[in-house]
């Protein structure tokens, strides 16, 4: 099984550098908008998908999320990329997501794949844990990758602590979490009215620990497509009205099917494009505007009164490092804030959404804009 595995990373790192694409390791946490990221790259002609890895400390449990992976790369024509998870838990303290959005992300928001995949993938096995993918990636590609990162930070820091000699070989990582300057987005109406943080985004929220690590990491260049870029890409009806009209093909018509489930989400005007748009920007970078600065996050104990309207309790007490687990302040875990020195990472603070809706549409659905 190994080396049927070796065969496939090797053939699919061939082929990357016979396309001529942008070689892309997707780390993923597979929640709702991760599904349109992930076609939206395997449907790029720039971009090559060589492996894909679950942030299962996030959104989607490990199982599922690699059946998933699988049965979408399925559907955009890329059934050969490796598929790895990495752990369940994040590197320290007990956060989590809202057990309905792990739901909605294991389910696939109930759209059955079935309508255009005949032979479901049920039961995949991982291709080795996360963070020894990514290194075996890394060191087998002709030519730098690119790194990016949708989730939880686990799998990112777990591989910077075990390979830190292959920084220099990652083009970049693209990383979907933090705020610089914009308000946090924990706090959301129908699922989290009462947390005390304002100042985090949920997936450097999940794992501080891994946030801070990979934020002050040497050697490793990094794009941070933040709530200040995501916040001006707030998904609309007439955009899902304008991406139905255009729907072509099966991946197509699954994004349209995401937006119908979803028109709740859509009418509470909290739905944008955050990981879509940091797979915008990797392959077509000329749409993040932004500031090279240094930076870190906030990691502080809870002490005695943890929040526990955010934690799952049931988390091994001790952490994958041998540590005891810990409480985190929930109040700022995982802020991104300046650092006085230490190594930078480009802040996406502007974009140009139209150009990033269309970009979007018309590699999904190769269909032309309507006339104006």
């Given at each position: 099984m190994r080396y049927c595995h070796a065969l496939i990373l090797s053939f699919t790192l061939l082929s990357a550098a016979a396309w001529g694409g942008k070689p892309i390791i997707y780390d993923t946490d597979m929640a709702i908008d991760d599904w349109l990221a992930l076609l939206y790259l395997a449907k790029h002609p720039d971009v090559d998908i060589v492996g894909v890895t679950i942030s299962a400390s996030g959104e989607s449990h490990c199982a599922p999320g690699l059946d998933n992976v699988r049965n979408l790369l399925a559907l955009a024509n890329h059934p050969q990329v490796p598929v790895g998870c990495g752990d369940d838990y994040p590197l320290d303290g007990y956060f989590v997501f809202p057990e309905p959005w792990q739901v909605d992300s294991d389910t696939l928001s109930g759209i059955d794949l079935g309508r255009w995949l005949p032979e479901l993938v049920q039961g995949s096995a991982s291709d080795g844990h996360a963070a020894d993918l990514i290194h075996r990636i890394?060191?087998?590609?002709?030519?730098?990758?690119?790194?990016?990162?949708?989730?939880?930070?686990?799998?990112?820091?777990?591989?910077?602590?075990?390979?830190?000699d292959e920084r220099g070989d990652v083009a970049a990582l693209v990383m979907m979490g933090g705020s610089y300057q914009a308000p946090g987005n924990?706090?959301?109406?129908?699922?989290?009215?009462?947390?005390?943080?304002?100042?985090?985004?949920?997936?450097?929220?999940?794992?501080?620990?891994a946030t801070r690590e990979t934020l002050e990491a040497e050697g490793?260049?990094?794009?941070?497509?933040?709530?200040?870029?995501?916040?001006?890409?707030?998904?609309?009806?007439?955009?899902?009205?304008?991406?139905?009209?255009?729907?072509?093909?099966?991946?197509?018509?699954?994004?349209?099917?995401?937006?119908?489930?979803?028109?709740?989400?859509?009418?509470?005007?909290?739905?944008?494009?955050?990981?879509?748009m940091a797979a915008v920007v990797t392959a077509e970078p000329g749409?993040?505007?932004?500031?090279?600065?240094?930076?870190?996050?906030?990691?502080?104990?809870?002490g005695d009164l943890p929040y526990l309207g955010s934690s799952d309790q049931s988390m091994p007490a001790t952490t994958a490092r041998g540590t005891a687990r810990q409480h985190l302040n929930a109040a700022n875990a995982g802020q991104v804030v300046a650092a006085d020195s230490g190594p930078t990472t480009k802040v996406c603070m502007e974009t140009d959404a139209d150009a990033v809706f269309e970009g979007f549409t018309a590699t999904l659905t190769n269909a032309p804009a309507a006339a104006k």
């Open positions: 890394v060191s087998q590609s002709p030519e730098p990758v690119t790194l990016v990162a949708v989730g939880p930070l686990t799998n990112v820091a777990q591989w910077l602590e075990k390979y830190p924990i706090i959301v109406p129908l699922f989290t009215k009462d947390h005390p943080n304002s100042v985090s985004e949920w997936n450097f929220f999940i794992d501080p620990v490793l260049a990094r794009v941070m497509v933040g709530l200040d870029v995501t916040n001006r890409v707030r998904l609309t009806h007439a955009f899902a009205d304008d991406f139905k009209a255009r729907t072509r093909g099966p991946a197509a018509e699954f994004v349209d099917g995401v937006f119908d489930k979803n028109r709740w989400f859509i009418d509470s005007k909290e739905y944008y494009f955050w990981d879509v749409l993040c505007k932004g500031k090279a600065i240094p930076l870190s996050a906030v990691v502080a104990p809870a």
